[in-house]
C-alpha cells in the first residue's frame, strides 16, 4: 500500500494514510493482508493500546495515537513472540505497547510536524476515547481478526493522553 498524496501540514493525517500503516504492521506481523470494515473488536475481549505524540516544541501532547485488537490477535502475536502456549498478561500488554509504538513512530513519520513519541501504555479493553477531532480507522484481516486505530488530536495536554488511559506498562 502507498500514502494519500493528500497530506497537509501540521497534524493532517488521512484514514487512508492511517490503513497504511494499520496494513504495513499487519503484514509485518501476521502476512496477511487487512481491509478496512465497519466491525470493531468485541468490547469484552479488546485490548489497547496508545502512545501520545509530543511537539517537538515543548507545547504538550498534540495527538494521541491508540489502538484497539481483538484478543486473538494480540494473543497470536504473544505466542510468537514469548513461545508460550497461554501468554501471561504482561506478555499481552508488552505486546500491545510494542505495537502502539511502532504504529505511534509510523505516524510521527507522516506527519508535517516535528514530535517525539511518549512511552506507551496498554490495557485491557475499550479505552474511552478522549475529546477532539480524531482520524479512525477500522478493519479486519483474512482470518477475522479485528482491529481499530485511532489519532485523536488534541491542544497541548500534558502526556498521558487525550483519553487519560492510565499507564500500565
Given at each position: 500500500?502507498t500514502?494519500?498524496?493528500s ?24 502476512s496477511?493482508?487487512i481491509?478496512?470494515a465497519?466491525?470493531?473488536p ?25 489502538m ?15 513461545g508460550a502456549?497461554?501468554p ?11 505495537a ?19 512511552s ?8 474511552p ?24 488530536h ?16
Amino acid at each position: 500500500m502507498t500514502l494519500s498524496s493528500s497530506r497537509a501540514e501540521g497534524l493532517a493525517i488521512t484514514s487512508d494514510d492511517l490503513l497504511v500503516v494499520l496494513a504495513d504492521l499487519w503484514e509485518a506481523t501476521f502476512s496477511c493482508a487487512i481491509a478496512e470494515a465497519a466491525a470493531s473488536p468485541d468490547p469484552a475481549t479488546a485490548w489497547w493500546a496508545a502512545v501520545d505524540l509530543i511537539d517537538g516544541e515543548g507545547k504538550g501532547v498534540v495527538a494521541e495515537v491508540v489502538m484497539v485488537v481483538d484478543e486473538p490477535a494480540l494473543a497470536a502475536v504473544a505466542r510468537l513472540t514469548f513461545g508460550a502456549d497461554e501468554p501471561a498478561t504482561d506478555h499481552m500488554i508488552e505486546v500491545a505497547a510494542e505495537a502502539a509504538n511502532i504504529l505511534g513512530g509510523n505516524v510521527k513519520g507522516i506527519l508535517a510536524r516535528r514530535t517525539r513519541l511518549s512511552s506507551p501504555r496498554a490495557g485491557r479493553g475499550v479505552p474511552p476515547l478522549g475529546p477532539g477531532p480524531r482520524t479512525s480507522v477500522h478493519a479486519v484481516d483474512d482470518r477475522g481478526r479485528r482491529m481499530e486505530v485511532h489519532v485523536i488530536h488534541t491542544s497541548g495536554t500534558a502526556p498521558g493522553g487525550a483519553s487519560r488511559n492510565e499507564a500500565r506498562r
